[in-house]
């Protein structure tokens, strides 16, 4: 296989998180000999979020698969459409129809903890009147999204932990890039930030290919790296002319 024909993989976190979250996967990557990239995500907005992402991609030579966590899965759905982009892995993630929001899709299913352990901020918009984010409430981060990481860690990641537009909950994905593209997905089976159920049911819906990860918390990319990089790098193999 020849750079030009062996997918570069493109990271996109989630809310919550940056791309740091990503790290342990980067490193079982790299072992591998896969080239990788892993931008910020926004967070401010659904189309805008996967009009960024969309653009790195169209930017990279080559073919591209996305993985996106948790947040992240919704803008790869959408970026997706991207000419070049070959393969989508759903880590513990949303995955969108076309026209569907976020809050569409999780209000079929019992909501999960995340719902109640949210705080609001505000966010200056230029020319308009201040937006709303939210972020997890510290105190109740390590249980909610890293249970099965060492308390020290999820601390840490509480108090670094990048917020969401909450209009992102509503706004809808202007295409399903699953339809025409092959997936993959992880469902984190201990999952208190997604009910595992939304996650299954958005990978079934897009004839994934499907992994379990039994007991596994919603920061699965930190405490399964070898798992999740499992599952992108079969996504690289069956995506490389």
Request: proline share 7%; charged share 15%.
């Amino acid at each position: 296989m020849t750079e030009s024909t062996t997918p570069t993989v493109l990271l996109v976190h989630g809310a919550f998180a940056d791309s740091s979250s990503w790290s342990g996967v980067i490193a079982e990557l790299r072992a591998q000999g896969v080239s990788v990239v892993a931008p910020p995500n926004p967070l401010r907005g659904l189309a805008s979020d996967a009009a960024y992402v969309a653009s790195v991609a169209a930017q990279i030579d080559g073919p591209v698969v996305l993985a996106g966590h948790s947040y992240g899965g919704a803008v790869i759905t959408v970026a997706g459409a991207a000419e070049n982009v070959v393969g989508l892995v759903y880590v513990a993630a949303y995955a969108l129809d076309e026209g569907e929001s976020l809050g569409e899709l999780q209000g079929r299913f019992p909501l999960s903890p995340l719902a109640t352990n949210l705080r609001q901020w505000t966010y200056p918009v230029e020319g308009g009147e201040p937006a709303v984010e939210v972020r997890i409430t510290p105190e109740a981060f390590p249980d909610i999204f890293a249970a099965d990481v060492p308390r020290e860690v999820t601390e840490v990641l509480a108090l670094t932990q990048r917020p969401l537009a909450a209009g992102a909950f509503g706004e809808t994905a202007a295409v399903a890039a699953w339809k025409t593209k092959p997936a993959w997905a992880l469902i984190a089976g201990a999952d208190q930030a997604i009910n595992p159920d939304v996650e299954r049911f958005g990978a079934e819906r897009a004839g994934a290919t499907i992994v379990e990860a039994e007991g596994a918390s919603h920061a699965v990319a930190v405490s399964r790296p070898k798992d999740v990089a499992a599952l992108i790098i079969e996504a690289v193999r069956a995506t490389s002319a």
